[in-house]
């Protein structure tokens, strides 16, 4: 069973590929290699960003665990995974660990789903208000555009309450509004690595374009994002870079974001958007890959999105 019981019915993630047990424990850290390739990661994302002239910055989401340390059946160790990454970082490489800001908040528990791994819409706000900063950017606008936000209470199973049987759910918030993929100009439908999403939006608070290499925590972040900025361009990518994208979009910012369970192998800067598009759509159902190509056929063509639109073309010409 991949699922750990916590105090008050709190479910975790238990027996993962990532260890997530032994990485709280100390069991599982990085070796001087991992470290090293941590290292080159987020030198050479720097390195990138100077080249280019962008802001940079990486979010990192914490497992539900070290924030709710109290919920958790096993005690933390006095070094873990996530120390490890954000000791090496240098102050001028924008590591966020957003542990820290989502602990601060009363109860922390809004910030994470009781039956789920995942960070709550109000845990996504948080971490997206507590970037801007590393991104050059003044929170207080953003923080006043938020504070009229409504939250609602639904049920939720989750990606660990469905584990079990009966599957159990739990009360939990969620920002009242479109889902984090509405709106998007551009929506490749693929599922998890290779998805890429764009917004547009004119009447954001900032005239900034910001490409996202995120994970799934990053998908409530675009509930937020997208009202900041002009143009979101969203790749999920569990934060490795294609350095193509970063060429072709030259945005103002770069956004990098991570979960914390993934922390065990650092994310690569050799990344490409087209190998994940065409791996992912020669997987897809007969279903999926027919809504998509009628989706391709009727959307306007908007030279903003050439590049994404003709890795989709390419890789049905290659089924």
């Not at 050479?44 to 109290?70: D, Y």
Request: some cysteine; hydrophobic content about 45%.
């Amino acid at each position: 069973v991949q699922v750990l019981e916590g105090v008050g019915d709190w479910l975790f993630l238990d027996n993962d590929s990532n260890h997530s047990v032994d990485q709280y424990t100390g069991q599982r850290l990085l070796s001087g290699d991992e470290l090293r390739a941590w290292r080159d990661y987020l030198s050479g994302v720097h390195a990138l960003a100077q080249r280019m002239g962008l802001r940079h910055a990486m979010v990192l989401a914490p497992s539900k665990e070290e924030v709710l340390r109290h919920r958790y059946p096993h005690e933390r160790a006095a070094t873990t995974v996530l120390d490890q990454v954000c000791a090496l970082a240098a102050p001028e490489w924008n590591v966020l660990d957003a542990a820290p800001v989502l602990g601060a908040h009363v109860p922390p528990e809004a910030c994470f789903k009781q039956t789920d791994t995942h960070w709550t819409d109000r845990g996504a706000m948080l971490a997206t208000l507590a970037v801007l900063p590393h991104l050059g950017l003044d929170a207080s606008q953003a923080q006043a555009l938020f504070a009229q936000d409504v939250y609602v209470l639904r049920n939720e199973v989750g990606d660990l309450g469905c584990k079990l049987l009966p599957v159990r759910s739990a009360p939990t918030e969620f920002l009242q509004g479109p889902a984090p993929e509405a709106g998007a100009v551009f929506d490749n439908r693929l599922p998890n690595i290779g998805r890429t999403l764009v917004f547009e939006n004119a009447g954001a608070l900032h005239p900034f374009k910001v490409l996202v290499f995120g994970a799934s925590s990053g998908y409530p972040m675009l509930k937020y994002l997208k009202r900041i900025f002009s143009r979101v361009v969203f790749v999920h990518s569990a934060a490795q870079v294609d350095v193509g994208v970063v060429a072709y979009e030259k945005p103002d910012a770069l956004l990098l974001q991570s979960n914390g369970r993934f922390l065990v192998q650092a994310p690569q800067m050799r990344f490409s958007l087209a190998d994940a598009v065409r791996t992912k759509l020669s997987e897809a159902s007969p279903a999926l890959k027919n809504s998509i190509r009628e989706w391709l056929a009727t959307m306007p063509a908007n030279p903003s999105e050439k590049l994404y639109r003709e890795m989709l073309l390419s890789a049905y010409e290659l089924q």
